[in-house]
């Protein structure tokens, strides 16, 4: 009954920017940490960065100076600036969210998005 809904992947071009919005909704409590993954082809699962509810941040290197994390708790969304992109960029996108249900109120869990795709070409 909790779902995020990731939208802003496309098309770009090495140099571009793209921005990646994600909403979770549903019978939430609160929301913790919140963040971006990605994977591409033939490669493993990685953070790409994520913040918790009183805006701390965390980037992996690769995409530290280039990437900007931030959020609306207000709006329960999370959003992903990505400037200056490259083509090691290429990859699906998940949202991720540390929450905690209605229904439970003290238990925190992970949820996932299905994921957008971001494809940087030449």
């Known amino acids: 009954q909790v779902q995020l809904v990731e939208s802003g992947g496309g098309l770009v071009q090495p140099g571009g920017s793209l921005r990646l919005s994600c909403a979770a909704s549903?019978?939430?409590?609160?929301?913790?940490?919140m963040g971006w993954y990605r994977q591409a082809p033939g490669k493993q699962r990685e953070l790409v960065a994520d913040?918790?509810?009183?805006?701390?941040?965390n980037y992996t290197d690769s995409v530290k100076g280039r990437f900007t994390i931030s959020r609306d708790n207000t709006k329960n969304t999370v959003y992903l600036q990505m400037d200056s992109l490259k083509l090691e960029d290429t990859a699906v996108y998940y949202c991720?969210?540390?929450?905690?249900?209605?229904?439970?109120?003290?238990?925190?869990?992970?949820?996932w998005g299905l994921g957008t795709q971001v494809t940087v070409f030449s």
């Open positions: 549903g019978s939430i409590f609160s929301i913790n940490a």
């Open positions: 991720n969210a540390d929450l905690v249900t209605c229904t439970e109120h003290t238990t925190a869990r992970r949820y």
């Open positions: 913040i918790t509810s009183r805006s701390t941040t």
